[in-house]
């Protein structure tokens, strides 16, 4: 079987070479413009910082390091998730605990944000749940040495707000939903449906 | 005297105030980083909201260079030139690992963060970073420069007071 | 166009004993050749009744130190009518490393042969312009060679920068060649995209001769496929065609699959094809939105990165990023999809089609636009397969080649749809050939959705791939042990090499991966879609205006993390 040896381009139908579409095109300008004036708030545009995104709870940001109910770090310097990031910008330095049922601890755990390419294999590898991501992207730094971010920083975030969780090992509302999913109490699509059509805004949640 | 200096000082306030509320980005961009800034000055975050969508690509007519995506070693005499061709006042964000750092790419052809060759003002971390990461890097740097200017002033002022004294000396 | 007969190629028989051999054992036929023979050879298969392999899809080197003949040349060819790959093999000694080239039998050959010398150093005689194409002029040595440090780097300084001077061949207008200007565009050039450098010779403002550069993005990602174990190396194909990482994803994960010997399991398929759509319809709304740019259409551009947005949103559910997703895994995908998966798919097929719909309507019968694309660019079905095209583009010079269709992967047999085909072979078809591709894409979506979600894992329930649950790994000391070794030693792969393929957004995207049975992979090759159809843009642009070439490149959709890896 042989290929086309030569092309047979597009032949302008009369309207088109009379330029006659470009009426219809300006009706579909004209129309957004007319829509985004009468309308209040922009269709689309997100105004951050006063506004955010909702980014779902799987939203892979910040690292947190988390905590026992002691407060004391729950990594035991495994260097598990150190082996595993492709990017190696983990360093750790592991100290003997004093408590005996602890093995160990990290002196140091330092997370280089520069290098780290958010990609969640340190939450996959950890066997702890010791290190999980936040939804906190609002990061930027003047200089190389502030991006190295040490364990007390690393803390940080989940105590401020427990709604900023991001991308983790495990999502129990999730698994609950998945649950009544199951049992047939919930028809997911029919709910997005109810959801939409309550509100006429078009749902930041489910646009991303 | 006393008057010359103040409005010297407003003058610069005022050339301040304007330089950070409207950058004229020009978009390094090379690989994934480009798309995010593309997201970013695009409808959903649009950046004109404050003052910078004015993206020209020519480095004379821009004062803030936001590299976006890898540098190689290829590259960088590129923007070294691009960025030298740049009139001052001018600023550089780094946006993403690969421009921060290298990422990932601890490699023969890539260069490890562009600050082997540029000064840089704002590294913003990601692997892209989000459209609001950049926007937050950018913000963070108008208040770096806002910090600048301030401290620019108060130095004028101070040295003004003083230029005022050996005046009266004189 | 599904290929009608699938024979296995017979070993020919006119070469002398021992020159073609058959390597048993491999996953599609592979002859091993000597070079001697190795051009006579290409010619009978590309023009043989029997062989027909016209399409040059990858060529490649590997290096074996332990071995006498220690660099190989690979290629990979395909037969479009009769839908059947070969492997040729050309073993070369690390003294002589030099192969005959096979430019003249395969146009597609040129770019490939450069990087193969860039890589590794094998020399192709005949080659009329040899030089490094990925990395820079001061480089020294071959990166790709096992014995090649990979942070060994070499500094560029700006007087060693090439600077190339296409001369048009000689001929006829020679009389007026004073009026000749020589013009640099790129690589930081709005035009081109990021990281393209294209010096042009022009006459008045009609490109007479072109040289196209380049590797500005050449980030180095086989030599870090080498050094990171196999499930590190998701994350990296994230990056290669970074407008749709999800299908890089796909595409490598099913080529270790299958040198593994396992399947996903039904659910993981299902959304992989799911994810795997929606990103095409990305990558469609990215090329067409800046080709559109490049012509002066800047509304589209706006309007078709909503789309865009709106799929991020979903990508971002199920995986955590917006761009760069790594939610492939080997075996399956990183973590289920998110309860409202379905809910959210239904609502993006509401959202998408109506802003595809004002594209259309501003510019599918602007005559401003047909001005600028139609005939601009062209290239019929015949010279593009030898140019080794694939994807949208080929299919807008009338060549019907699908990877989903011709061997269907994943559940695309399954589904009703069809392959858009243009004849026009300029930027005006490419562009229609996207815009029918997304709405194949939409129906081919909604189709599976009907189909309800099936039940089950989303990653195959296997330790020695798969990490055990994180529960499990809490609670049981097997799964804990399992985990452990998991990730410090990674997965580890039998012996073999195989090519496996996915349509990806801008034609076929192969994986050639050899292992060693060790925890990370021996050698990873990306069989780039717009490597090729890059290498044409040289013979695309001459004769156009220099306005041409900008919307030509658009056109192509050339993306850089996938040419230059």
């Given at each position: 079987?042989?290929?086309?040896?030569?092309?047979?381009?597009?032949?302008?139908?009369?309207?088109?070479?009379?330029?006659?579409?470009?009426?219809?095109?300006?009706?579909?300008?004209?129309?957004?413009?007319?829509?985004?004036?009468?309308?209040?708030?922009?269709?689309?545009?997100?105004?951050?910082?006063?506004?955010?995104?909702?980014?779902?709870?799987?939203?892979?940001?910040?690292?947190?390091?988390?905590?026992?109910?002691?407060?004391?770090?729950?990594?035991?310097?495994?260097?598990?998730?150190?082996?595993?990031?492709?990017?190696?910008?983990?360093?750790?330095?592991?100290?003997?605990?004093?408590?005996?049922?602890?093995?160990?601890?990290?002196?140091?755990?330092?997370?280089?944000?520069?290098?780290?390419?958010?990609?969640?294999?340190?939450?996959?590898?950890?066997?702890?749940?010791?290190?999980?991501?936040?939804?906190?992207?609002?990061?930027?730094?003047?200089?190389?040495?502030?991006?190295?971010?040490?364990?007390?920083?690393?803390?940080?975030?989940?105590?401020?707000?427990?709604?900023?969780?991001?991308?983790?090992?495990?999502?129990?509302?999730?698994?609950?939903?998945?649950?009544?999913?199951?049992?047939?109490?919930?028809?997911?699509?029919?709910?997005?449906?109810?959801?939409?059509?309550?509100?006429?805004?078009?749902?930041?949640?489910?646009?991303? | 005297?006393?008057?010359?200096?103040?409005?010297?000082?407003?003058?610069?306030?005022?050339?301040?105030?304007?330089?950070?509320?409207?950058?004229?980005?020009?978009?390094?961009?090379?690989?994934?980083?480009?798309?995010?800034?593309?997201?970013?000055?695009?409808?959903?975050?649009?950046?004109?909201?404050?003052?910078?969508?004015?993206?020209?690509?020519?480095?004379?007519?821009?004062?803030?260079?936001?590299?976006?995506?890898?540098?190689?070693?290829?590259?960088?005499?590129?923007?070294?030139?691009?960025?030298?061709?740049?009139?001052?006042?001018?600023?550089?964000?780094?946006?993403?690992?690969?421009?921060?750092?290298?990422?990932?790419?601890?490699?023969?052809?890539?260069?490890?963060?562009?600050?082997?060759?540029?000064?840089?003002?704002?590294?913003?971390?990601?692997?892209?970073?989000?459209?609001?990461?950049?926007?937050?890097?950018?913000?963070?740097?108008?208040?770096?420069?806002?910090?600048?200017?301030?401290?620019?002033?108060?130095?004028?002022?101070?040295?003004?007071?003083?230029?005022?004294?050996?005046?009266?000396?004189? | 166009?599904?290929?009608?007969?699938?024979?296995?190629?017979?070993?020919?028989?006119?070469?002398?004993?021992?020159?073609?051999?058959?390597?048993?054992?491999?996953?599609?036929?592979?002859?091993?050749?000597?070079?001697?023979?190795?051009?006579?050879?290409?010619?009978?298969?590309?023009?043989?009744?029997?062989?027909q392999f016209d399409l040059m899809l990858d060529l490649c080197g590997t290096d074996y130190p332990e071995r006498d003949q220690r660099f190989e040349a690979v290629y990979h060819l395909y037969s479009l009518p009769r839908g059947e790959r070969l492997r040729l093999k050309v073993p070369v000694t690390e003294d002589v490393?030099?192969?005959?080239?096979?430019?003249?039998?395969?146009?597609?050959?040129?770019?490939?042969?450069?990087?193969?010398?860039?890589?590794?150093?094998?020399?192709?005689?005949?080659?009329?312009?040899?030089?490094?194409?990925?990395?820079?002029?001061?480089?020294?040595?071959?990166?790709?060679?096992?014995?090649?440090?990979?942070?060994?780097?070499?500094?560029?300084?700006?007087?060693?920068?090439?600077?190339?001077?296409?001369q048009p061949p000689e001929g006829e207008d020679d009389d007026d060649i004073f009026e000749r200007m020589t013009i640099n565009i790129g690589p930081s050039h709005p035009a081109m995209h990021g990281t393209f450098r294209v010096v042009a010779t022009l006459d008045g403002e009609t490109i007479v001769a072109s040289e196209?550069?380049?590797?500005?993005?050449?980030?180095?990602?086989?030599?870090?496929?080498?050094?990171?174990?196999?499930?590190?190396?998701?994350?990296?194909?994230?990056?290669?065609?970074?407008?749709?990482?999800?299908?890089?994803?796909?595409?490598?994960?099913?080529?270790?699959?299958?040198?593994?010997?396992?399947?996903?399991?039904?659910?993981?398929?299902?959304?992989?094809?799911?994810?795997s759509e929606f990103s095409r319809i990305m990558d469609h709304c990215v090329a067409n939105g800046s080709t559109l740019v490049d012509a002066g259409a800047l509304t589209n551009f706006w309007y078709m990165f909503q789309p865009r947005e709106e799929i991020y949103g979903l990508l971002e559910a199920c995986s955590g990023?917006?761009?760069?997703?790594?939610?492939?895994?080997?075996?399956?995908?990183?973590?289920?999809?998110?309860?409202?998966?379905?809910?959210?798919?239904?609502?993006?097929?509401?959202?998408?089609?109506?802003?595809?719909?004002?594209?259309?309507?501003?510019?599918?019968?602007?005559?401003?636009?047909?001005?600028?694309?139609?005939?601009?660019?062209?290239?019929?079905?015949?010279?593009?397969?030898?140019?080794?095209?694939?994807?949208?583009?080929?299919?807008?010079?009338?060549?019907?080649?699908?990877?989903?269709?011709?061997?269907?992967?994943?559940?695309?047999?399954?589904?009703?749809?069809?392959?858009?085909?243009?004849?026009?072979?300029?930027?005006?078809?490419?562009?229609?050939?996207?815009?029918?591709?997304?709405?194949?894409?939409?129906?081919?979506?909604?189709?599976?959705?009907?189909?309800?979600?099936?039940?089950?894992?989303?990653?195959?329930?296997?330790?020695?791939?798969?990490?055990?649950?994180?529960?499990?790994?809490?609670?049981?000391?097997?799964?804990?042990?399992?985990?452990?070794?998991?990730?410090?030693?990674?997965?580890?792969?039998?012996?073999?090499?195989?090519?496996?393929?996915?349509?990806?957004?801008?034609?076929?995207?192969?994986?050639?991966?050899?292992?060693?049975?060790?925890?990370?992979?021996?050698?990873?090759?990306?069989?780039?879609?717009?490597?090729?159809?890059?290498?044409?843009?040289?013979?695309?642009?001459?004769?156009?205006?220099?306005?041409?070439?900008?919307?030509?490149?658009?056109?192509?959709?050339?993306?850089?993390?996938?040419?230059?890896?």
């Amino acid at each position: 079987m042989s290929h086309p040896n030569e092309v047979r381009p597009y032949r302008y139908s009369l309207s088109e070479k009379l330029y006659l579409p470009l009426f219809q095109g300006m009706w579909i300008t004209l129309r957004h413009f007319v829509k985004n004036l009468v309308r209040r708030k922009p269709e689309y545009t997100i105004e951050y910082p006063e506004e955010r995104r909702q980014y779902s709870h799987r939203f892979r940001g910040h690292h947190i390091l988390t905590t026992r109910p002691d407060g004391s770090l729950r990594c035991v310097a495994c260097f598990l998730c150190a082996t595993n990031c492709p990017a190696e910008c983990i360093h750790i330095e592991a100290g003997e605990h004093p408590d005996v049922n602890i093995e160990k601890y990290p002196v140091v755990y330092d997370i280089d944000m520069l290098r780290c390419v958010f990609c969640g294999y340190c939450v996959d590898a950890c066997p702890e749940d010791a290190i999980i991501m936040s939804n906190n992207y609002d990061m930027a730094f003047f200089n190389r040495a502030q991006s190295i971010v040490s364990k007390e920083d690393l803390q940080k975030p989940y105590t401020v707000d427990p709604s900023v969780l991001g991308y983790r090992p495990s999502y129990p509302e999730e698994d609950a939903m998945r649950a009544r999913l199951r049992e047939g109490v919930v028809d997911l699509v029919e709910e997005a449906r109810r959801r939409h059509e309550a509100s006429p805004e078009p749902p930041k949640a489910a646009a991303g | 005297m006393i008057g010359e200096s103040w409005i010297t000082t407003q003058i610069a306030a005022l050339e301040g105030w304007a330089q950070r509320n409207s950058f004229w980005p020009l978009p390094f961009g090379t690989a994934c980083c480009a798309i995010e800034f593309m997201g970013t000055v695009s409808s959903h975050y649009d950046m004109s909201r404050f003052g910078y969508e004015v993206v020209r690509f020519s480095p004379r007519q821009s004062d803030i260079m936001i590299v976006a995506g890898t540098i190689t070693d290829k590259m960088a005499p590129v923007m070294k030139r691009i960025y030298d061709q740049m009139p001052d006042p001018k600023w550089v964000v780094s946006m993403g690992a690969c421009a921060c750092s290298g990422g990932f790419y601890r490699a023969y052809h890539v260069m490890q963060g562009i600050d082997e060759v540029i000064p840089v003002d704002v590294y913003v971390p990601g692997c892209p970073p989000t459209p609001e990461g950049l926007m937050y890097g950018i913000l963070q740097l108008k208040e770096k420069i806002a910090r600048s200017h301030r401290a620019q002033a108060k130095k004028e002022d101070s040295r003004g007071t003083d230029g005022d004294r050996s005046d009266a000396a004189a | 166009m599904a290929p009608t007969v699938t024979v296995p190629t017979p070993l020919p028989e006119k070469f002398p004993e021992g020159t073609v051999v058959e390597q048993e054992g491999m996953d599609q036929p592979t002859w091993v050749v000597q070079r001697e023979v190795l051009k006579d050879l290409a010619l009978e298969l590309r023009d043989g009744p029997e062989t027909q392999f016209d399409l040059m899809l990858d060529l490649c080197g590997t290096d074996y130190p332990e071995r006498d003949q220690r660099f190989e040349a690979v290629y990979h060819l395909y037969s479009l009518p009769r839908g059947e790959r070969l492997r040729l093999k050309v073993p070369v000694t690390e003294d002589v490393p030099t192969l005959p080239s096979l430019i003249d039998v395969w146009k597609a050959c040129d770019w490939f042969e450069r990087e193969a010398w860039d890589m590794f150093g094998l020399r192709f005689d005949g080659h009329p312009n040899l030089r490094r194409i990925l990395t820079h002029e001061a480089f020294q040595g071959h990166p790709l060679r096992k014995d090649y440090d990979p942070a060994r780097r070499w500094i560029l300084t700006e007087d060693k920068i090439y600077r190339p001077h296409p001369q048009p061949p000689e001929g006829e207008d020679d009389d007026d060649i004073f009026e000749r200007m020589t013009i640099n565009i790129g690589p930081s050039h709005p035009a081109m995209h990021g990281t393209f450098r294209v010096v042009a010779t022009l006459d008045g403002e009609t490109i007479v001769a072109s040289e196209v550069e380049i590797g500005y993005l050449h980030r180095c990602f086989e030599k870090m496929a080498e050094t990171h174990t196999w499930q590190q190396v998701i994350p990296y194909t994230d990056r290669l065609n970074y407008c749709s990482s999800f299908i890089n994803n796909v595409a490598y994960c099913k080529t270790v699959e299958t040198m593994l010997g396992i399947e996903a399991p039904p659910r993981a398929v299902w959304a992989r094809t799911i994810l795997s759509e929606f990103s095409r319809i990305m990558d469609h709304c990215v090329a067409n939105g800046s080709t559109l740019v490049d012509a002066g259409a800047l509304t589209n551009f706006w309007y078709m990165f909503q789309p865009r947005e709106e799929i991020y949103g979903l990508l971002e559910a199920c995986s955590g990023a917006r761009l760069t997703v790594s939610y492939g895994r080997i075996g399956g995908l990183s973590a289920d999809l998110p309860p409202d998966f379905e809910a959210r798919c239904r609502r993006l097929l509401e959202i998408i089609p109506p802003f595809i719909d004002d594209v259309d309507g501003l510019i599918a019968k602007n005559r401003i636009w047909l001005d600028r694309s139609v005939g601009v660019a062209a290239i019929s079905g015949e010279e593009a397969v030898n140019w080794g095209w694939t994807g949208p583009c080929l299919r807008a010079s009338g060549v019907g080649y699908d990877v989903r269709k011709a061997h269907p992967y994943d559940l695309y047999d399954t589904v009703d749809w069809e392959v858009p085909i243009f004849h026009g072979g300029d930027v005006h078809d490419r562009y229609r050939v996207r815009m029918a591709e997304i709405r194949q894409s939409l129906s081919i979506i909604r189709q599976l959705l009907d189909r309800g979600m099936p039940e089950g894992p989303v990653i195959v329930d296997d330790p020695h791939i798969a990490l055990p649950s994180k529960e499990a790994c809490y609670n049981q000391m097997e799964s804990m042990i399992y985990h452990f070794k998991l990730i410090m030693d990674g997965i580890q792969v039998p012996p073999g090499e195989r090519y496996s393929m996915v349509e990806g957004a801008n034609g076929e995207l192969g994986f050639y991966i050899v292992s060693d049975g060790g925890g990370k992979p021996y050698r990873v090759k990306v069989r780039p879609p717009c490597f090729p159809m890059m290498s044409t843009f040289s013979r695309l642009i001459e004769g156009g205006t220099v306005s041409d070439a900008v919307v030509s490149l658009g056109g192509l959709n050339v993306i850089a993390g996938e040419l230059e890896r």
